[in-house]
T-cell receptor
Framework: AQSVTQLDSHVSVSEGTPVLLRCNYSSSYSPSLFWYVQHPNKGLQLLLKYTSAATLVKGINGFEAEFKKSETSFHLTKPSAHMSDAAEYFCVVRAGSSNTGKLIFGQGTTLQVKP | DGGITQSPKYLFRKEGQNVTLSCEQNLNHDAMYWYRQDPGQGLRLIYYSQIVNDFQKGDIAEGYSVSREKKESFPLTVTSAQKNPTAFYLC???????????FGPGTRLTVL
Protein backbone atom coordinates (compact mmCIF):
# COMPACT_ATOMS: atom_id res chain seq x y z
CA ALA A 1 0.00 0.00 0.00
CA GLN A 2 1.11 3.52 -0.69
CA SER A 3 1.66 6.09 2.03
CA VAL A 4 3.43 9.39 2.49
CA THR A 5 4.96 11.02 5.57
CA GLN A 6 5.81 14.67 5.88
CA LEU A 7 8.53 14.86 8.48
CA ASP A 8 7.83 18.39 9.73
CA SER A 9 4.45 19.81 10.61
CA HIS A 10 5.82 23.35 10.77
CA VAL A 11 8.88 24.99 9.18
CA SER A 12 9.97 28.57 9.80
CA VAL A 13 12.53 30.40 7.64
CA SER A 14 13.64 33.96 7.10
CA GLU A 15 12.92 35.69 3.81
CA GLY A 16 15.76 35.11 1.38
CA THR A 17 16.99 31.89 3.02
CA PRO A 18 16.59 28.35 1.61
CA VAL A 19 13.48 26.26 2.10
CA LEU A 20 13.49 22.50 2.72
CA LEU A 21 10.24 20.57 3.23
CA ARG A 22 10.79 16.86 3.78
CA CYS A 23 8.67 14.00 2.49
CA ASN A 24 9.15 10.22 2.58
CA TYR A 25 6.95 7.84 0.69
CA SER A 26 6.12 4.16 0.67
CA SER A 27 5.10 2.43 -2.52
CA SER A 28 5.22 -1.10 -3.81
CA TYR A 29 6.06 0.10 -7.32
CA SER A 30 7.27 3.18 -9.13
CA PRO A 31 5.15 5.97 -7.69
CA SER A 32 3.70 9.17 -9.04
CA LEU A 33 4.48 11.93 -6.54
CA PHE A 34 3.22 15.48 -6.26
CA TRP A 35 3.66 18.60 -4.18
CA TYR A 36 0.66 20.87 -3.79
CA VAL A 37 0.43 24.25 -2.07
CA GLN A 38 -2.61 25.65 -0.28
CA HIS A 39 -3.04 29.24 0.82
CA PRO A 40 -5.55 29.92 3.63
CA ASN A 41 -9.14 29.09 2.71
CA LYS A 42 -8.17 28.29 -0.87
CA GLY A 43 -8.04 25.21 -3.04
CA LEU A 44 -4.84 23.31 -3.79
CA GLN A 45 -2.42 24.32 -6.53
CA LEU A 46 0.04 21.91 -8.10
CA LEU A 47 3.68 22.92 -7.54
CA LEU A 48 5.35 20.02 -9.31
CA LYS A 49 5.04 16.32 -10.11
CA TYR A 50 7.26 13.27 -10.57
CA THR A 51 6.05 10.57 -12.93
CA SER A 52 9.15 8.40 -13.56
CA ALA A 53 10.93 10.79 -15.90
CA ALA A 54 13.78 13.02 -14.65
CA THR A 55 14.51 12.58 -10.95
CA LEU A 56 15.04 16.31 -10.43
CA VAL A 57 11.73 18.01 -11.00
CA LYS A 58 11.34 21.75 -11.42
CA GLY A 59 8.05 23.39 -10.54
CA ILE A 60 6.44 26.77 -10.37
CA ASN A 61 7.65 29.74 -8.30
CA GLY A 62 11.23 28.47 -8.11
CA PHE A 63 10.46 25.24 -6.27
CA GLU A 64 12.04 21.92 -7.14
CA ALA A 65 12.09 18.39 -5.75
CA GLU A 66 14.38 15.42 -6.16
CA PHE A 67 13.10 11.84 -6.31
CA LYS A 68 15.50 9.54 -4.45
CA LYS A 69 14.44 5.93 -4.75
CA SER A 70 17.18 4.62 -2.44
CA GLU A 71 16.00 6.93 0.34
CA THR A 72 12.28 6.80 -0.61
CA SER A 73 12.26 10.58 -0.38
CA PHE A 74 10.83 13.46 -2.39
CA HIS A 75 11.93 16.61 -0.56
CA LEU A 76 10.82 20.04 -1.75
CA THR A 77 13.36 22.87 -1.92
CA LYS A 78 13.64 26.50 -2.91
CA PRO A 79 16.89 28.48 -2.86
CA SER A 80 15.41 31.70 -1.50
CA ALA A 81 12.12 32.06 0.37
CA HIS A 82 9.70 34.85 -0.41
CA MET A 83 6.99 36.16 1.90
CA SER A 84 4.35 34.92 -0.57
CA ASP A 85 5.59 31.33 -0.05
CA ALA A 86 3.96 31.22 3.38
CA ALA A 87 1.30 28.51 3.03
CA GLU A 88 0.48 24.85 3.68
CA TYR A 89 2.33 22.31 1.56
CA PHE A 90 1.20 18.75 0.88
CA CYS A 91 3.24 15.84 -0.38
CA VAL A 92 1.02 13.39 -2.26
CA VAL A 93 1.40 9.92 -3.75
CA ARG A 94 -1.03 8.39 -6.21
CA ALA A 95 -2.32 4.91 -5.56
CA GLY A 96 -2.14 2.66 -8.61
CA SER A 97 -0.85 3.27 -12.10
CA SER A 98 -4.02 4.78 -13.55
CA ASN A 99 -4.11 8.56 -13.84
CA THR A 100 -7.53 8.47 -12.17
CA GLY A 101 -6.25 6.55 -9.15
CA LYS A 102 -6.89 8.04 -5.72
CA LEU A 103 -4.41 10.43 -4.16
CA ILE A 104 -2.94 9.84 -0.71
CA PHE A 105 -2.03 13.01 1.14
CA GLY A 106 0.56 13.71 3.78
CA GLN A 107 -0.49 15.61 6.87
CA GLY A 108 0.88 18.86 5.51
CA THR A 109 3.72 21.23 6.42
CA THR A 110 3.01 24.83 7.34
CA LEU A 111 5.71 27.13 6.01
CA GLN A 112 6.20 30.38 7.88
CA VAL A 113 8.38 33.05 6.28
CA LYS A 114 9.71 35.76 8.57
CA PRO A 115 10.72 39.18 7.25
CA ASP B 1 -11.74 30.22 -18.60
CA GLY B 2 -11.65 26.52 -17.83
CA GLY B 3 -11.81 25.43 -14.23
CA ILE B 4 -13.67 23.98 -11.29
CA THR B 5 -16.26 25.97 -9.39
CA GLN B 6 -17.65 25.16 -5.99
CA SER B 7 -20.58 26.88 -4.40
CA PRO B 8 -21.30 28.28 -1.98
CA LYS B 9 -17.96 29.37 -0.47
CA TYR B 10 -19.39 29.33 3.04
CA LEU B 11 -22.34 27.25 4.20
CA PHE B 12 -24.08 27.05 7.54
CA ARG B 13 -26.38 24.23 8.53
CA LYS B 14 -28.40 23.35 11.56
CA GLU B 15 -27.96 19.94 13.10
CA GLY B 16 -30.27 17.36 11.56
CA GLN B 17 -30.43 19.03 8.15
CA ASN B 18 -29.13 17.66 4.89
CA VAL B 19 -27.12 20.03 2.71
CA THR B 20 -25.80 19.76 -0.84
CA LEU B 21 -22.47 21.16 -2.01
CA SER B 22 -22.08 21.98 -5.67
CA CYS B 23 -19.08 21.13 -7.86
CA GLU B 24 -18.97 21.98 -11.57
CA GLN B 25 -16.11 21.66 -14.05
CA ASN B 26 -15.80 22.77 -17.66
CA LEU B 27 -12.50 20.99 -18.29
CA ASN B 28 -14.12 17.99 -19.98
CA HIS B 29 -12.59 15.74 -17.32
CA ASP B 30 -13.96 12.25 -16.84
CA ALA B 31 -13.00 11.74 -13.20
CA MET B 32 -14.16 13.82 -10.24
CA TYR B 33 -13.44 13.61 -6.52
CA TRP B 34 -14.64 14.94 -3.17
CA TYR B 35 -12.25 15.46 -0.27
CA ARG B 36 -12.71 16.59 3.29
CA GLN B 37 -10.06 18.65 5.08
CA ASP B 38 -9.92 19.16 8.85
CA PRO B 39 -7.51 21.56 10.61
CA GLY B 40 -3.95 20.26 10.72
CA GLN B 41 -4.76 17.25 8.60
CA GLY B 42 -4.30 16.23 5.04
CA LEU B 43 -7.18 15.63 2.68
CA ARG B 44 -9.31 12.50 3.00
CA LEU B 45 -11.26 11.06 0.08
CA ILE B 46 -15.04 10.89 0.48
CA TYR B 47 -16.29 9.72 -2.93
CA TYR B 48 -15.00 9.63 -6.46
CA SER B 49 -16.42 9.07 -9.92
CA GLN B 50 -14.43 7.96 -12.93
CA ILE B 51 -17.30 8.13 -15.39
CA VAL B 52 -20.85 9.44 -15.65
CA ASN B 53 -23.46 7.40 -13.75
CA ASP B 54 -20.82 5.58 -11.72
CA PHE B 55 -19.11 6.41 -8.42
CA GLN B 56 -17.21 4.67 -5.63
CA LYS B 57 -16.83 5.21 -1.91
CA GLY B 58 -13.61 6.65 -0.66
CA ASP B 59 -12.10 6.32 2.79
CA ILE B 60 -14.76 8.26 4.72
CA ALA B 61 -18.04 7.88 2.79
CA GLU B 62 -20.33 7.31 5.79
CA GLY B 63 -22.90 10.09 6.13
CA TYR B 64 -22.34 11.39 2.60
CA SER B 65 -23.96 10.74 -0.77
CA VAL B 66 -23.19 11.78 -4.35
CA SER B 67 -24.60 11.60 -7.85
CA ARG B 68 -22.98 11.87 -11.27
CA GLU B 69 -25.74 12.43 -13.81
CA LYS B 70 -23.69 14.79 -15.98
CA LYS B 71 -19.99 14.78 -16.84
CA GLU B 72 -19.48 18.33 -15.61
CA SER B 73 -21.30 18.03 -12.28
CA PHE B 74 -20.63 16.02 -9.11
CA PRO B 75 -22.74 17.29 -6.17
CA LEU B 76 -22.08 16.09 -2.63
CA THR B 77 -24.86 15.77 -0.05
CA VAL B 78 -23.90 15.87 3.60
CA THR B 79 -26.66 14.02 5.43
CA SER B 80 -27.77 14.24 9.02
CA ALA B 81 -26.05 10.88 9.57
CA GLN B 82 -22.64 12.54 9.28
CA LYS B 83 -21.61 13.01 12.91
CA ASN B 84 -18.99 15.74 12.49
CA PRO B 85 -19.73 17.57 9.25
CA THR B 86 -17.98 20.86 10.05
CA ALA B 87 -15.00 20.92 7.68
CA PHE B 88 -13.54 22.34 4.49
CA TYR B 89 -14.71 20.40 1.43
CA LEU B 90 -12.69 20.29 -1.77
CA CYS B 91 -13.72 19.01 -5.17
CA UNK B 92 -11.18 17.90 -7.77
CA UNK B 93 -11.09 16.48 -11.27
CA UNK B 94 -8.70 14.92 -13.74
CA UNK B 95 -8.82 13.77 -17.32
CA UNK B 96 -7.02 11.99 -20.11
CA UNK B 97 -3.40 13.09 -20.48
CA UNK B 98 -3.10 14.45 -16.94
CA UNK B 99 -1.34 12.86 -13.98
CA UNK B 100 -2.42 15.42 -11.44
CA UNK B 101 -5.81 16.41 -10.06
CA UNK B 102 -7.14 19.93 -10.38
CA PHE B 103 -8.86 21.44 -7.35
CA GLY B 104 -11.74 23.81 -6.85
CA PRO B 105 -11.65 26.69 -4.33
CA GLY B 106 -13.51 24.73 -1.64
CA THR B 107 -16.64 25.12 0.48
CA ARG B 108 -16.41 25.66 4.23
CA LEU B 109 -19.34 23.98 5.97
CA THR B 110 -20.21 24.88 9.54
CA VAL B 111 -22.86 23.09 11.54
CA LEU B 112 -24.52 25.28 14.13
Amino acid sequence: AQSVTQLDSHVSVSEGTPVLLRCNYSSSYSPSLFWYVQHPNKGLQLLLKYTSAATLVKGINGFEAEFKKSETSFHLTKPSAHMSDAAEYFCVVRAGSSNTGKLIFGQGTTLQVKP
Amino acid sequence: DGGITQSPKYLFRKEGQNVTLSCEQNLNHDAMYWYRQDPGQGLRLIYYSQIVNDFQKGDIAEGYSVSREKKESFPLTVTSAQKNPTAFYLCASTGTGYNEQFFGPGTRLTVL
